[in-house]
């Protein structure tokens, strides 16, 4: 058995993107020189790192377990970090050779409350009630990308669905067509080399359709932001960005797309000439997100820990909240925009109002890093200005929270992902949440009834 340190590298660079560091993959990619490397990343299964880990601790604990004389003993569970330690192995195997009991099948006691876990900070979890998994029937499986899709978006007014993936390539699915698979347009991301279009070999990682749903945009980490129709011809090439784009989107009127980057800088840029309007160079860090507010005014966050309100036109933020400990991954202004919600590695969701400078609410209840956040179509300014404006915010502790946002407090938590949860989703009325997760799954919850109501794999 064998491998090289470029092997390591790779596994260590797509565990980080996976895991949702896309700042931290990008760098650890530049300093290993992964783009130099001949590995062919599609063929790369997703979790390799995790899975032959997970291999090495159970192939350990094989060696505690089983006897000299090839009886298997009864072993407590290793720890990843206990395996690497030779003195804690050598102590295990002398403590299981010293208690040599053989494995004997008994059932589980189920009564006991060991397995409780008890949390505070919400006032009631959202029952998994009569759940179903969606059958094949009734799903339609789009294959055709050749490594990871990071980012799906709906066409607002088409039966179109667009999405971006680690192949370099986004692509545009036309879920109109009858068959049992969608037909597909190839939107390759190509960068000038020596005179010819080359595919740039970057991951595409944010997308978003202009309201009509005639023009999409996308970022790539090749620092290129795009323009396309819906026929998939290459409208306008954006280019100001130095590094990644992390985050991009149109405003509503259709004028502009925003976007963000890992050079510190947010740009507007003006969608029918491509040309760069203005470049905002506030943050002293990675800029990861942006959200309008207004056709001509939008908030943007950072790894800086630090969030700019800033308009077209002027020299400095408008606006500046400070408050996080760690970095701000993702921004959503309210559908009236007047209030913005923050989630951070800090674990914390904050609620900030420009009418003041520091948060309207700090809303503590998760235990690690929040991934992302999303506003319910409700309330004022909606087309369901009755139902109540929700929050909800995805986290890595493998939960979903929902927030009453007038009040501060969290009204329900999704607990049944196993896995950090990376995207979160309203219906167009409301009713309905989907979550997506690391462990695979896709649950989909019944926001007024407080139920999981259909799971899909």
Not at 105 to 118: I, K
Not at 126 to 143: C, N, Q, Y
Not at 202 to 222: E, F, I, P
Request: with cysteine; hydrophobic share 35%; glycine share 8%.
């Amino acid at each position: 058995m064998s491998f090289s340190s470029d092997e390591v590298n790779f596994l260590v660079y797509r565990y980080l993107q996976e895991s949702g560091f896309a700042h931290s993959a990008y760098t650890f990619g530049i300093e290993s020189h992964i783009s130099q490397s001949n590995i062919n990343g599609a063929l790369v299964p997703p979790a390799a790192l995790l899975n032959i880990i997970q291999k090495g601790l159970q192939y350990t604990e094989a060696e505690i377990s089983i006897g000299e004389d090839g009886s298997e003993r009864v072993i407590e569970s290793l720890s990843l970090i206990d395996a690497v330690m030779p003195d804690v192995v050598e102590s295990r195997k002398q403590q299981a050779a010293a208690k040599n009991h053989p494995i004997k099948n008994e059932p589980s006691n189920t009564n006991g409350d060991d397995g409780a876990l008890t949390l505070t900070n919400h006032t009631e979890p959202m029952e998994i009630d009569g759940a179903l998994e969606i059958p094949s029937s009734k799903t339609t499986v789009l294959r055709g990308h050749e490594s990871e899709v990071f980012i799906c978006a709906w066409n607002p007014t088409n039966d179109l669905l667009a999405s971006g993936s680690g192949d370099s390539t986004a692509r545009i699915w036309n879920m109109n067509d009858n068959s049992n698979s969608a037909n597909q347009l190839v939107l390759r991301h190509c960068i000038q080399r020596g005179g010819t279009e080359v595919p740039s070999n970057k991951d595409v990682t944010s997308l978003d359709w202009n309201c009509d749903g005639t023009l999409l945009a996308t970022g790539s980490y090749d620092g290129f932001a795009r323009i396309w129709s819906t026929e998939g011809r290459l409208v306008s090439t954006l280019g100001q960005h130095k590094g990644p784009i992390f985050a991009l989107k149109w405003n509503k009127k259709g004028n502009y797309i925003l976007s963000a980057g890992v050079d510190k800088t947010t740009i507007i840029w003006d969608a029918s000439s491509g040309h760069c309007t203005q470049q905002f160079a506030f943050h002293s860090a990675p800029a990861l997100d942006v959200d309008w507010q207004s056709n001509n005014s939008f908030a943007s966050c950072s790894t800086d820990q630090c969030i700019h309100v800033c308009r077209l036109g002027a020299d400095k933020p408008t606006k500046t909240f400070q408050g996080h400990t760690n970095e701000v991954n993702a921004i959503k202004w309210d559908p009236q925009g007047t209030l913005l919600a923050s989630c951070s590695d800090d674990m914390t969701l904050k609620i900030w109002s420009m009418k003041q400078d520091t948060c309207v609410h700090d809303l503590q209840a998760h235990n690690k890093e929040i991934y992302t956040i999303k506003w319910s179509p409700t309330g004022p300014g909606t087309n369901n200005p009755n139902a109540p404006l929700i929050l909800a915010s995805a986290s890595f502790d493998s939960t979903v929270r929902l927030w009453d946002v007038e009040r501060g407090v969290c009204i329900h938590t999704l607990t049944s992902h196993q896995e950090p949860v990376y995207s979160v989703a309203f219906s167009p009325d409301g009713h309905y949440l989907a979550s997506g997760s690391f462990d695979k799954c896709v649950h989909i919850w019944n926001v007024q009834v407080r139920a999981c109501i259909s799971c899909g794999l």
